[in-house]
């Protein structure tokens, strides 16, 4: 597949910047924009909180894993995707095969002070969300791993990660 028609795929973990990152990116790059969590919630006209709330955790990864299938056969597009879209191995392989998957990266403080607020999270509504995320993020930074790039986004802005990753791709495309 030509550099150009692969998929631009963010990952990581609530809080990393993943939407306001890949918004950039593809108004830079004059790409398409899919966020997953936001194709979910038109196709099922109801906001993953509330899939959450009336038929659980499960059913919500059976609506990302059936988006993740229909949306992978895009070609050329900025994808953004829900923090917990690596737990499923079907889609890492989708994701990788269709395009060049980027991990964005964050110590806890800075997720738990960029989420601190956030009524919209159904796995970080307990008391404590700094040891939610602590231990979520450990149970899932293998598969962050997994990536083909990598980008720290503490202190950094949006537009300035979007640059980094420009970059990077352009470094890529000229190798
Ligand atoms: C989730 C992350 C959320 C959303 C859902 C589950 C997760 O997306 O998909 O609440 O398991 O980490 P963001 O990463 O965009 O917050």
Same mark, same amino acid.
Request: hydrophobic letters at 25%; glycine letters at 16%.
């Given at each position: 597949m030509a550099a150009v028609d692969r998929n631009i795929v963010l990952i990581g973990?609530? +809080?990393?910047?993943k939407s306001s990152v890949g918004k950039t990116l593809a108004r830079k790059l004059g790409r398409s924009f899919v966020d997953v969590d936001m194709w979910i919630e038109t196709s099922q006209k109801r906001k993953i909180k509330d899939i959450f709330e009336t038929d659980g955790e499960a059913y919500f990864r059976t609506l990302e894993k059936e988006a993740i299938r229909i949306i992978?056969?895009?070609?050329g597009s900025v994808i953004t995707t829900g923090g +917990?879209?690596?737990?499923?191995a079907e889609n890492r392989r989708l994701l990788k095969e269709t395009g060049v998957v980027i991990a964005l990266l964050a110590k806890p403080e800075t997720i738990y002070e960029r989420v601190?607020?956030?009524?919209?999270?159904p796995l970080l509504q307990g008391a404590d969300r700094l040891s939610e995320i602590q231990s979520l993020l450990e149970s899932r930074k293998g598969f962050y791993q997994e990536a083909d790039l990598f980008f720290e986004t503490d202190g950094k802005t949006s537009a300035e990660v979007a640059e980094n990753i420009m970059g990077a791709l352009e470094t890529q495309k000229n190798s």
């Open positions: 973990f609530m +809080g990393t910047g992978s056969r895009q070609t +917990g879209v690596v737990l499923d601190k607020n956030s009524q919209h999270r």
